[in-house]
């Protein structure tokens, strides 16, 4: 077997060049392309060139003349649209023959660079780079978008090289920490040349004609200035049903889930970050800012849990538990309730340290607050004290001058001069008097019983006298 670069393919033949610089002429198969690397066997293969002498001038003359031609032809085209939009010529090895931008965003992003000769991968990553560090793609949002469109009469071609640079673009965010969605469509010559009479890449053009079949307020014009990604969301919040839609929400998470693990894994910079690291446009605007808070904002991006939490010792930013009650300060700040402490619950429904040098009110539910100064407030028997009910008459303890709920079970009082009211102590005397009451009928019925008495006693001194005598 042996092993050689596909230079050209005529019809149902391919030129190969062979590992020892020579060409064989063998049959063209499905998913041969120029510039793939491939197995051959002898018996196919025809050599063309046998000899070192002719190898020379078939490299002196047809290669090199093919290699020209090969280095300058087209035949890919990538386009890259964010809201600046690129559309990358290149040729048979993957090399950029010219970069011309879609729209003046495009302009911005390409001032001053040259791609030509470049790998169209190392340059996608390049103009995506300069966008992120001009702000066309924010480092602070999650619905940031990226589309990718590559066109080659060769379907296969066209469909590996996709893969290659939205793992080019996928890998770029993750390592910047970018929360975003690389997209991709499909499209084919037709489709591009179209496109271009429209002023538009192939890809965009597709999802601008999308976004305003699914928006009918939404003309094309208006379309084609928008950003990926207003069009993507048009396009999904329409068709939240669609496979393609839920491919790119799979994807748009597995972004997030990478981003999510390279922030745990890794390891914070403890060399002040430099005003220039922010580049671009950002710079003027982040020098104004001092190294202590751009410290502070990187250790929130790089955290795993966020810092809502104060450590009252250290006064640091922590992570709140959640298997304990977090308490709010007068400055706002959340930290965990100490346990020594009676802790309140506050109007909003946090909860606080109870102050010393207020009451506090036990509510229904058993939580204590601050006791409100414009309610009168009640006291239990064991002492704790809480809001008045409205609809209960409330009593006063004259010892103590206490409020309590009046009880039902006993009679209440009204004072004439006050009007508060207490438990009546004049109860007992009542008592007394239904006591009399019961007294003098009982005397009542000594006395109609007394003839009856008075009777007996006289029958028994006659029967006494009777028995003297005898």
């Not at 042996?2 to 005529?10: F, N, V």
């Not at 977090?326 to 946090?350: H, L, M, R, S, Y």
């Amino acid at each position: 077997m042996r092993k050689g670069i596909i230079m050209e393919i005529h019809h149902d033949k391919a030129i190969v060049m062979n590992e020892r610089g020579q060409f064989d002429e063998i049959k063209a198969t499905s998913g041969m392309y120029v510039g793939r690397e491939i197995e051959y066997g002898d018996q196919s293969a025809m050599k063309v060139v046998t000899t070192l002498c002719l190898l020379l001038v078939m490299i002196g003359g047809i290669f090199g003349f093919n290699y020209h031609v090969n280095q300058t032809t087209p035949v890919s085209y990538v386009a890259v649209d964010i809201n600046p939009g690129v559309e990358f010529t290149l040729n048979v090895y993957d090399r950029i023959i010219s970069a011309a931008p879609t729209n003046e965003d495009g302009k911005l992003v390409l001032a001053g660079i040259d791609y030509k000769g470049e790998d169209i991968d190392t340059a996608v990553e390049s103009f995506v780079n300069e966008a992120t560090q001009l702000g066309f793609i924010d480092q602070e949002k999650s619905d940031n978008a990226v589309l990718i469109t590559v066109v080659n009469d060769d379907d296969a071609k066209a469909a590996i090289l996709q893969d290659v640079l939205v793992a080019k673009v996928n890998d770029f965010f993750i390592e910047e920490q970018i929360l975003g969605i690389v997209l991709t469509e499909e499209s084919n010559m037709v489709m591009k040349n179209e496109a271009s009479s429209h002023g538009l890449s192939a890809g965009k053009y597709r999802l601008v004609q999308q976004a305003v079949k699914e928006d009918e307020n939404l003309t094309a014009e208006e379309a084609s200035q928008m950003p990926v990604k207003e069009l993507n969301k048009i396009i999904n919040s329409s068709n939240t049903e669609q496979t393609q839609s839920d491919e790119l929400l799979e994807t748009k998470q597995n972004v997030l889930d990478s981003v999510a693990q390279m922030r745990q894994t890794r390891e914070v910079s403890e060399e002040p970050l430099e005003a220039a690291a922010f580049g671009g446009v950002l710079a003027e605007y982040q020098s104004q800012v001092d190294e202590e808070t751009k410290q502070k904002i990187w250790n929130e991006v790089t955290s795993t849990e966020p810092k809502d939490c104060v450590d009252l010792e250290t006064g640091e930013a922590i992570a709140c538990p959640k298997d304990k009650d977090i308490c709010v300060n007068e400055e706002g700040q959340k930290f965990v309730c100490p346990a020594d402490k009676d802790i309140c619950v506050n109007e909003d429904g946090t909860k606080s340290v109870c102050p010393a040098d207020q009451e506090i009110c036990v509510n229904e539910d058993g939580t204590k607050s601050v006791c409100p100064t414009d309610k009168d407030i009640c006291v239990n028997e064991d002492g704790t004290k809480f809001v008045c009910p409205a609809d209960q008459d409330i009593c006063v303890d004259e010892a103590t001058g206490n409020k309590f709920v009046c009880p039902a079970d006993k009679k209440i009082c009204t004072d004439e001069e006050s009007g508060i009211k207490f438990v009546c102590p004049i109860q007992n005397e009542e008592v007394t008097e239904e006591t009399g009451n019961e007294t003098n009928t009982s005397d009542k019925s000594r006395t109609t019983e007394q003839p009856e008495e008075a009777e007996t006693s006289e029958n028994s001194d006659k029967n006494a006298e009777e028995e003297t005598n005898s």
